[in-house]
């Protein structure tokens, strides 16, 4: 059942005792999961106290009507509809739609969105001078956000207003790809391929990234299968860490392109997207290393060694992430019918099972998170390591672009502006520079 974003309900207020002998009563909020909120917006105005919570692991900066998930139940769904249902059953294009505008699409809804996907899918032809400007060593994902920032050079900031969404949605979408795989081509020296309006969204990709211009290309359809899949996986994950700042850069009334800018650099970090490459660069190196899962498993729990487990442990999944289940079923299938071996994928299984028998796994609630598997997937179909997070970016677009359509609608929303609780000094005053130790 749809429901609106902002939730009304109201049920018992709680009540806070301040040391101070200051009592205040607090609305409790009620999501449409059943979720509690204590709102405490009236706190610090009423009482002069803010709430101190790091890492923001307890504070719902907003209300969504987009992703809900649980973490402990190890549930995901976008605008209602079960992650596995979409993963099993969607097109990769149907679910952008579903998450910007709160609904599947109908036939003529989809023609449309396709339509208008095909017909954004080329760059500006002044654009192209830009991958030139890199240095060969520039990661994938810098030249990605300078791209798509750079987009709000071309296509006009005004135009993000209200009539401009639905366009600026599209060109986001459909360009992104475009900018993805002219920065591989130009990073291993291949002319650019254009876009062909003919092939779904992920076999474009595949042509663009794979085609070159002295022979026929035809996208291999396991290779789209899989690829729709992982993007839909991604698509979406309420306020993550690259979400919040996407939200957090809109709420200052940036554009759509800058606030999707910031957001996959945010992405870009090895604790959340980047964390895919990093977890190939980790079984590779213990590939190399002779294979031993426990040596890097007991690294792993030493707290003197910052070495991590990466693909492992997720701030809200405490029992299983749903998108490691559905992409380590895949993984299986995609590499068999490709007709790949990979030692990797048999090391990535030995590290999972040592690390889920071991009590310091068990007790944390670490348990493979999204990115253990994708690169497997992304390795066997040709996309190179140092593009995967470019490959997370590609698919968590649409989230980023519904959420920032849901803030900009909200005629509530406030500029993001946290507090702190200073520690610094007190007033000191100014030593003229002679008089300095
Ligand atoms: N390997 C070893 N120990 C870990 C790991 C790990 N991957 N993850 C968490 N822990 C330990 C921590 O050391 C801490 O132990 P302690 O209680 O003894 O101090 C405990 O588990 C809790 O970890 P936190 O860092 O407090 O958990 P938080 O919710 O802040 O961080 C995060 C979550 C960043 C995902 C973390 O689990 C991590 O660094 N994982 C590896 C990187 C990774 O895979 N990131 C991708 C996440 S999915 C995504 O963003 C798309």
């Not at 207003?161 to 790809?177: E, W």
């Not at 291993?188 to 391929?193: A, K, M, T, V």
């Not at 992982?230 to 994950?237: C, Q």
């Not at 590499?335 to 099972?353: N, T, V």
Request: net charge negative; with cysteine; glycine share 8%.
């Amino acid at each position: 059942m749809s429901q609106s974003t902002v939730r009304e309900i109201v049920s018992n207020n709680a009540v806070l005792h301040l040391p101070d002998g200051q009592s205040i009563e607090l609305p409790v909020i009620t999501g449409s999961e059943n979720e509690k909120a204590v709102d405490i917006s009236k706190l610090r105005a009423q009482t002069g106290h803010i709430t101190l919570d790091p890492g923001y692991g307890n504070t719902g900066s907003c209300q969504s009507g987009i992703t809900f998930l649980n973490g402990e139940k190890g549930i995901l769904r976008y605008r209602g509809i079960p992650i596995e249902q979409l993963a099993a059953k969607a097109s990769f294009v149907e679910v952008c739609y579903l998450l910007i505008y709160g609904k599947l699409p109908n036939q003529q809804e989809l023609t449309a969105f396709e339509d208008n996907l095909n017909h954004h899918a080329l760059l500006h032809e002044d654009m192209k001078t830009f991958f030139s400007t890199f240095s060969g060593q520039a990661h994938p994902m810098a030249i990605l956000s300078a791209m798509v920032a750079s987009l709000s050079g071309y296509y006009s900031e005004a135009a993000d207003g209200v009539g401009g969404f639905d366009m600026n949605a599209a060109r986001l979408i459909s360009k992104i790809r475009t900018l993805a795989a002219f920065s591989y081509k130009k990073s291993i020296g291949q002319p650019f391929i254009y876009p062909d309006d003919s092939l779904s969204y992920c076999g474009n990709f595949m042509r663009m990234m794979f085609a070159v211009p002295a022979r026929d290309y035809e996208p291999d359809p396991v290779v789209e299968e899989a690829l729709n899949l992982l993007l839909i996986l991604h698509a979406d994950h309420e306020q993550n860490c690259s979400t919040a700042t996407v939200r957090t850069v809109a709420s200052s009334h940036a554009s759509l392109y800058a606030s999707i800018a910031a957001g996959i650099l945010a992405l870009w970090g090895p604790l959340h997207g980047g964390a895919n490459q990093k977890v190939i660069e980790m079984l590779e190196t213990i590939r190399k290393d002779g294979g031993d899962v426990s040596k890097f498993v007991k690294m792993a729990k030493d707290k003197n060694s910052s070495f991590r487990l990466m693909g492992f442990g997720h701030r809200v999944y405490k029992n299983f992430d749903p998108r490691a289940t559905v992409i380590k079923g895949a993984c299986d299938k995609v590499l068999s019918k490709m007709g790949i071996e990979d030692p990797i994928l048999d090391l990535a299984k030995q590290l999972e099972a040592a690390a889920l028998e071991d009590d310091y796994f068990v007790e944390r609630k670490l348990y493979p998170n999204v990115d253990f598997y994708s690169g497997i997937i992304y390795r066997a179909i040709g996309i190179p390591v140092n593009m995967f997070t470019v490959m997370f970016a590609l698919g968590r677009l649409p989230g980023w672009i519904g959420q920032w359509k849901e803030l900009m609608d909200d005629p509530t929303h406030r500029i993001t502006r946290p507090r702190q609780v200073y520690t610094g000094n007190t007033e000191v005053n100014y030593v003229p520079l002679a008089d300095r130790k």
